[in-house]
């Protein structure tokens, strides 16, 4: 942890003018690089401030900011931690957990086994991700039988967008207790989520 810590401490604020083309061809023009993270850099533009991730990037522009994939995975583990802390003060159900940007994931690592494990995919340009977040959010908070793990596709181009075959967003998995999938919804259906989640219930109990 010492060292990690030393890492991402490397990592200082910058401010200058740059261009960066995104991998999907989404182009950043005369943007202010105000910090590098392990996992990505928080840009100022006109119309406020934003986080591009690596995995966005081209690998030229990821070797010039000393991208390091296994220095980004423990940065992001890190940061889901302090989210667990946080969800778990706010409420009585389990934690809600960032687990990818991105990057590749081993899913069954994150699976609440005992409980109901929910994986939602989505993105922050998403608007009904946007819609759906807060009714799944809810829903586990208040739910301790209930584990939202969250994915962040970024773009569709991304590693773990084609690890999981992920066309359109959002997208929920539904877990059961000892970990199989019992269904999968496309779009921003909370009824049949919630449906889903009885199933994966009875499942387990079964």
């Not at 934690?95 to 690592?109: D, F, K, M, T």
């Not at 997208?171 to 049949?192: C, H, P």
Request: proline letters at 4%; a positive charge; charged letters at 20%.
């Amino acid at each position: 942890m010492k060292i990690l810590t030393v890492l991402i401490s490397c990592f200082a604020s910058l401010a200058f003018a740059d261009d960066f083309k995104a991998i999907d061809g989404k182009e950043y023009k005369n943007v202010t690089v105000s910090r590098i993270e392990p996992d990505g850099i928080v840009v100022r533009t006109k119309s406020g401030i934003s986080k591009i991730y690596f995995v966005e990037l081209p690998k030229d522009v990821q070797e010039r900011f000393h991208y390091n994939t296994a220095i980004a995975a423990a940065y992001s583990a890190q940061a889901a931690r302090q989210v667990q802390v946080t969800a778990a003060v706010a409420g009585r159900g389990q934690p809600v957990e960032v687990i990818s940007h991105g990057a590749q994931v081993n899913i069954n690592q994150h699976l609440a086994l005992g409980n109901v494990t929910v994986v939602d995919f989505y993105a922050d340009w998403c608007g009904p991700c946007r819609q759906l977040s807060p009714s799944l959010e809810q829903m586990a908070k208040t739910d301790p039988e209930i584990a939202l793990r969250k994915i962040d596709i970024v773009n569709w181009k991304t590693p773990v967008a084609r690890q999981f075959n992920v066309n359109s967003i959002p997208q929920v998995n539904v877990y059961n207790r000892s970990g199989s999938l019992v269904g999968t919804v496309n779009g921003a259906d909370i009824d049949k989520i919630k449906s889903y989640v009885a199933q994966a219930k009875s499942a387990g109990d079964a």
